[in-house]
């Protein structure tokens, strides 16, 4: 049984920057594909980001790509989404989740595991 912990979120002006953290617990951290998630109020959840378990693959969604940068960190066990140029539309609760020998999946229902989640607001 693998547990998340997101961390990170916040209240940020629109450009600015945060860094969000994943922390895993209970499972072999090295072995699990990660991805990031989010859902803002009245919309589904949709994919961000996600790093292949061996690390040599990184994937995006179009909408911030060149904004955002996924990168994991297997000595710590963590994954981080550095997010940048933040728009209002980025405004939503960021999920981190986790998927033996993920490759990189952009579907939710892939992942095995999900951590509760960091709000991040946009002030415009």
């Known amino acids: 049984q693998v547990q998340l912990v997101e961390s990170g979120g916040g209240l940020v002006q629109a450009g600015g920057s945060l860094r969000l953290d994943c922390a895993a617990s209970g499972g072999t951290f090295r072995r699990y594909g990660m991805g990031w998630f989010r859902q803002a109020p009245g919309k589904e959840r949709e994919f961000v980001a996600a790093i292949s378990w061996t690390g040599t693959r990184t994937y995006y969604a179009d909408s911030v790509k060149g904004r955002f940068t996924i990168s994991r960190d297997n000595a710590k066990n963590t994954v981080c989404l550095q997010v940048s140029s933040l728009k209002p539309e980025d405004m939503a609760v960021y999920f981190c989740?986790?998927?033996?020998?993920?490759?990189?999946?952009?579907?939710?229902?892939?992942?095995?595991?999900w951590g509760q989640g960091t709000q991040v607001t946009v002030s415009s």
């Open positions: 989740a986790a998927k033996m020998y993920g490759s990189g999946e952009i579907r939710g229902y892939e992942y095995d595991y």
